[in-house]
């Protein structure tokens, strides 16, 4: 099942993306549709990790950066959610 990690970092924000990104996590996806979603600038999703690696995933990247992971909140990505889809991030 997908998880969504959502985090606040106080640096690094490209570093950082760009290194969870390498790890499979997306910014934009899908929906039921197949209409791009695109997630808030500090949440991403992974389709295959579960909560606990996607926080040690985020973790592990602060640490290669030496940056505080301030706060994060990972969780299953179920089938029962809505958003405001958003424009593509600049």
């Given at each position: 099942?997908?998880?969504?990690i ?66 994060c ?18």
């Amino acid at each position: 099942m997908a998880i969504i990690i959502t985090y606040d970092i106080p640096s690094k924000h490209r570093e950082f993306k760009e290194k969870m990104i390498e790890l499979g996590y997306k910014q934009v996806f899908k929906d039921q549709k197949g209409l791009d979603v695109h997630l808030p600038n500090t949440t991403l999703l992974h389709q295959i990790k579960t909560a606990t690696e996607a926080k040690d995933d985020a973790k592990r990247i602060c640490l290669i950066l030496s940056i505080s992971l301030e706060r994060c909140i990972s969780s299953q990505f179920g089938p029962d959610w809505a958003a405001i889809y958003g424009a593509p991030l600049k």
